[in-house]
């Protein structure tokens, strides 16, 4: 991904998610991807797809179930 396009796509994604927080670091081995961090915290991977002339964006995000809050009684099972 070029420089101009990490730019427009962190730009995207803070208005999108309302959050100026969110950078986007470039993969010095992969040319199709960025990291995404918010507030330094590595949060996914963004890959670029082109096909057919058309440009896509895909979000892959790992959530670890350590990670996830306990949940209330009435909904524990």
Same mark, same amino acid.
């Given at each position: 991904?070029?420089?101009?396009?990490?730019?427009?796509?962190?730009?995207?994604?803070?208005?999108? !998610? @309302?959050? =100026?927080?969110?950078?986007?670091?470039?993969?010095?081995? $992969?040319?199709?991807?960025? &990291?995404m961090?918010?507030?330094?915290?590595?949060?996914?991977?963004? !890959? @670029?797809? =082109?096909?057919?002339?058309?440009?896509?964006?895909?979000? $892959?995000?790992?959530?670890? &179930?350590?990670?996830?809050?306990?949940?209330?009684?009435?909904?524990?099972?």
């Amino acid at each position: 991904m070029t420089r101009t396009e990490i730019w427009r796509l962190e730009k995207y994604l803070r208005n999108l !998610f @309302r959050l =100026d927080t969110i950078t986007l670091i470039e993969r010095p081995k $992969q040319a199709d991807s960025v &990291e995404m961090h918010v507030s330094g915290e590595f949060i996914g991977v963004i !890959f @670029r797809d =082109d096909e057919d002339g058309e440009v896509s964006y895909a979000l $892959q995000m790992a959530i670890l &179930e350590m990670d996830l809050p306990e949940p209330p009684p009435s909904r524990a099972g």
